[in-house]
């Protein structure tokens, strides 16, 4: 699905069902450098159980026109314009690394617009390496090396991915790759630069649920939990044995958990 939101073309797909406004909606977002694709199985099981789906291609990512955007607060008001593009009054967030900063400060926001969150590898700050940041700006595989590596728990580093003929981090190098030059060091930098998490987190006014990877280095669990407990009634599930890329490590722990939200 395509969509005009401030002025630039936008893809979404929306799990294989028209997106319909009458219907509970949800937004999926992903992390940094990536693309809707990596939410591809918990998308087609929502539209096919009672929800629009919006699995949405950030600005300047994947299929989407537009120059990538350079803060999280910017990409949370783009969400509501997103919103607006598609008819949609209110929307259940969901959203991965830089993407659930996104949904937590959209809520924060514009909480008249959220009716939920579900927040999957997410910490308070999210600082990353000035080595990092560097060689993602200046576009240096080694980047795409260090974030996939580091991303990825054991089993995405041994195989195993429920998807046949697919393996995870082979796969998460290849999506990271496809984007346009530029995209993931201007992610990072947005990520590295966010310090508004515990009070966006003091602000969310809905059900908020947080789903963390016991083995997450990027953002560990601990500190996610930590989060969670700053979000009044928010409730955080620690998946075991998962790192980082939780839809893609634990797709079906991640989708089941999605069904059960309001």
Not at 141 to 169: E, K, M, Q, S
Not at 179 to 192: E, S
């Amino acid at each position: 699905m395509e969509l005009t939101v401030n002025g630039a073309t936008v893809f979404a797909h929306t799990g294989g069902r028209p997106f319909d406004p009458d219907l509970p909606a949800v937004v999926l977002i992903h992390g940094a450098g990536m693309d809707h694709t990596v939410w591809s199985l918990q998308s087609r099981y929502l539209a096919h159980h009672g929800r629009s789906v919006l699995a949405v291609d950030l600005p300047g990512h994947g299929r989407s026109g537009g120059a990538p955007l350079g803060t999280i607060a910017d990409m949370a008001d783009w969400v509501t314009a997103l919103l607006d593009a598609a008819g949609a009054a209110k929307a259940l967030l969901v959203g991965h690394s830089m993407g659930a900063l996104v949904a937590l400060d959209a809520a924060a926001r514009h909480p008249e617009r959220v009716s939920g969150l579900a927040l999957l590898g997410i910490a308070e700050r999210m600082p990353v390496h000035p080595d990092l940041l560097k060689a993602a700006a200046d576009n240096d595989p080694l980047a795409i090396d260090l974030v996939t590596g580091w991303g990825f728990g054991p089993r995405g580093h041994v195989g195993g991915n429920p998807a046949p003929g697919l393996a995870l981090l082979p796969a998460g190098r290849r999506l990271m790759g496809r984007q346009a030059p530029g995209v993931l060091g201007i992610d990072l930098a947005a990520c590295n630069a966010y310090a508004q998490g515990a009070e966006a987190a003091a602000r969310v006014a809905c059900p908020a649920l947080f789903l963390l990877g016991a083995l997450d280095r990027m953002t560990p669990a601990k500190a996610g939990k930590a989060l969670a407990a700053l979000v009044r009634g928010g409730k955080a599930t620690v998946l075991p044995n998962i790192g980082h890329m939780v839809m893609v490590e634990a797709p079906d722990a991640t989708t089941d958990t999605l069904a059960l939200l309001e």
